[in-house]
């Protein structure tokens, strides 16, 4: 449902406790107990038949006796009871409910229904909010609101924890408390029947209170609704996770090495890195990782000098960067020289950069100066230990002002206790990353790498089809359609070879022959060397079998070959059909590294891209990386790098680096692939030989079922619709219309630049001199699957763009009613292009099934009010100084 009256939910006016109680101890008791021990300044309203007063509150029999409607209702009464609780709430106008009652789930009525099923039943039809069941409540410090049974209160603060433990949160809030740490919102899901952890994200990601939103995930279901929400919060502000669950019981068996290999907490790694998020261990790096973040300058690369005056800890913090996959900076040959006029004669002559344990105040000045301007070094980390020479508060009051003006990032540790206190107290207070230990500080700035990668990642947007990738969709389908047909779920080694060739993905020639006399005759054909492996429906790895078997030189050595895989097959697996044999060329490619590159579909997530080391100990290697399609260059060169082969994919020695480019287009066709025929279930390509000279595939499985969903929609994320550009002539120039791109941030910028302080009035109800970051954020970087914002774009010359206009549609929840918003550049009014673009966003809308278009406008705006009338829209006047604008999507007039 998205965020619908959840502002009822937490910014509540007053509160109703139903089944509020005395007995000690009680939920009932609790939840009032906190409540009234808080600083709510709302009504507080004691539902409960058995009292007439609480706590010195007057206490109602009955939802209907309440003096006044409840904003927000706590339900904390038997289960059977909740569904016409929830009933009668919604009739009286109540928006959300917090339900604390467990066990609704295992509960059914007369009717067959689970109670939890009812419940949402009776709040549909009133749009009411539940957060729940089987929750601890809700948290809003800053409201002095504390709606829940936990056994202390929260401190105000910028950060907003989400939970789905119950049990983290009492302890969470706990230890966050007697370490100082406030909150705005503290949120415990329960079994988020209706609000779930989407819905709070989206909430978050506009609230102007939060600052940093921290999430404790043990399972997700709606992955494109969790995706969408998660991308749209985490490019606003940081966005941490703690996903339990890292170690499977075991891999879940598999018709592929693909579905064994990419486990499911993987999936989530992978999910959590596209969205932009940062995933750490352990709540406690939870709350370390925010505040690192928060104090992060923007960092351009990944590499990391150690400054110490101790060889020990340099050692440590060095071991601590390796180990979380860090990179040490290597020194420029200048900046070297330079330290060799500063450093004594013994100083390491490296990174680490050891100062000496005797040096003064100014050496450490000159030291830290000097490495910030290497150009080889992209952020210093510095560790003190405590001396007897120079008291440790005089150091960092002579490097302080040094940190804070520099634009790159310093992080500090300032070992020991008592004495290095003041000298750690003034780098907080200026706001320097401060660490209790050097393994601490190597691994908050591997953090501020990784959350960079992850944003970066998040900024790439995909189309779903590109015209540089060729591949032939009826061809394939037809194979896959064919094999379902005959009542199969496997295609047969050529079948699923004739599939990737459609999609331009080089394959071995591979033939069939149903008899050993045949393969004879085959390989032949083909010529010599050959390569024979036996054809069976019931053998998924033919070389358990021993039916693989390479280099055959001449056809008396196929025919030994093929009678002996005949009979390994018959000792490996008696009932095992045999349908022949495929016989194919044998690739010489002495330089080539074995790669495994493939696709499952996982339960949550759908389609996942796998990419690793192949070859038959592929699983005993484990080394692979998976990623969520859809995929482009950029993505699919991360999800590459993330494996130890890269690094010999590179090239070392005499071996010439293979062929990126290949084994890219390799990952992006599959990803087209699996958008295109969502028949696929399975998929891996084990080996695929990758050299200098390019990719082919040795070997393929492929999986298919019966589906009845788009390829698309199986996506968590859903691609750039590239299908929606447009070019159209427009006052005798071309233009182009198209959906925005998180690219086109620099060029909105000069868009609202260009714009008269009255359109921007007309358009936000404000005057306001610049866009800011978050903002510009939320108008460029969507996600097409909730809105829709398409764009004019013109070329100023060659090579370069402009924005001319830009019109929006935000659909609600149920996608009845779509709300939105035309601006031109406004020397650019009245030429005819506001009424092209809102006619470009009526066809999505209609083509999507939406209703009916809204909008709000100041009465002064003529232009777009002639516009509305102009579509045969209605306007009616609201409040004084403002319209309403509304259209349905009935046939729309041509443009004259």
Known sequence: MSIRNLEHLFRPRSVAVIGASETPRSVGATVLSNLTGGKFGGAIMPVNPNHRELGGLQVYPTVASLPEVPELAVICTPPAVVPDLIGELGARGTKAAIVITAGLGAIRNQQGATLKEAMLAAAKPHLL????????????????????????????????????????????????????????????????????????????????????????????????????????????????????????????????????????????????????????????????????????????????????????????????????????????????????????????????????????????????????????????????????????????????????????????????????????????????????????GARAFVQIVQHRRNQDLLMEVPPSRSAEFVHDRAKAYAVVKGALADGRKMLSEPEAKAVLAAYSIPVVDTRIA????????????????????????????????????????????????????????????????????????????????????????????????????????????????????????????????RTRISRLLAGYRDRPAADLGAISRTLIQLSHLVADIPEIVDLDINPLLADDQGVIALDARIVVARTDAAGLDRFAIRPYPEELEEWISWQGRKVLLRPIKPEDGAQHVEFFNALDPDDIRYRIFMRIRELPRSQLARLTQIDYDREMAFIAVGEREPGRFETLGVVRGIADPDNVTAEFAIIVRSDLKGQGLGPILLKKLIDYCRSRGTKEIVGEALADNQRVIGLVRHFGGAVTYLEPGTVGLRFGLDPVPELS
């Not at 080889?376 to 020479?389: G, K, M, N, R, Y």
Request: aromatic content about 4%; charged content about 20%.
């Open 129 to 440: 909010r539940i957060l729940g069941p089987n929750c601890v409540g809700l948290l809003v410090p800053g409201l002095g609101l504390n709606a829940s049974f936990a056994h202390t209160g929260a401190l105000p603060g910028k950060i907003a924890f989400v939970s789905q433990s119950g049990a983290l949160v009492t302890a969470v809030l706990d230890w966050a408390k007697s370490r100082g740490i406030g909150f705005t919102k503290f949120i415990s899901l329960g079994d988020s029947a209706d609000v779930d952890c989407g819905d709070v994200l989206d909430y978050l990601a506009s609230d102007p209170e939060t600052q940093a939103i921290l999430l404790y995930i043990e399972a997700i279901t709606a992955a494109r609704k969790f995706m969408s929400a998660a991308r749209g919060a985490a490019r606003n502000k940081p966005l941490l996770v703690v996903k339990a669950g890292r170690a499977p019981e075991g891999a879940r068996a598999a018709a592929s090495h693909t579905g064994a290999l990419a486990g499911s907490d993987e999936v989530y790694d992978a999910a959590i890195r596209r969205a932009g998020m940062l995933r750490v261990s352990t709540t406690e790096d939870l709350f370390d990782a925010v505040e690192t973040l928060a104090r992060a300058r923007p960092l351009a690369g990944d590499r990391l000098t150690i400054m110490t005056n101790g060889g020990g800890p340099g050692v440590m913090a060095t071991d601590a960067l390796i180990g979380a996959q860090g990179r040490l900076a290597s020194l420029s040959a200048e900046t070297l020289g330079q330290l060799d006029t500063i450093l004594p004669f013994n100083w390491s002559r490296d990174n680490p950069v050891d100062i000496i344990g005797d040096a003064p105040a100014e050496r450490y000045v000159q030291t830290l100066q000097t490495l910030l301007n290497d150009p080889q070094s992209d952020a210093v980390l510095f560790i003190h230990a405590p001396t007897a020479i120079v008291p440790s508060a005089e150091i960092a009051a002579a490097i302080a002002p040094l940190v804070k003006k520099a634009q790159r990032n310093v992080l500090s540790c300032w070992l020991g206790g008592d004495a290095v206190r003041k000298a750690r107290s003034t780098f907080e207070e200026a706001g320097i990353p401060t660490y209790d230990t050097p393994e601490e």
């Open 514 to 641: 149903t008899t050993v006399e045949e393969a004879v005759k085959v390989a032949r054909e083909i010529g010599f060397p050959v390569a024979l492996k036996i054809l069976s429906p019931d053998i998924t790895h033919k070389s358990d079998a021993g039916g693989v078997v390479l280099d055959l030189q001449t056809a008396a050595a196929v025919e030994v070959a093929a009678k002996a895989v005949q009979e390994r097959l018959r000792q490996y697996r008696p009932g095992a059909s045999l349908k022949g044999f495929t016989v194919h060329t044998m690739v010489r490619r002495p330089n080539a590294h074995e790669l495994i590159v493939g696709v499952t579909t996982d339960s949550v997530f759908g389609p996942v891209i796998l990419f690793g080391q192949g070859g038959t100990a592929v699983e005993v290697t484990a080394d692979r990386a998976v990623g969520l399609p859809p995929l482009n260059t950029v993505l699919a060169r991360d999800l590459i790098s």
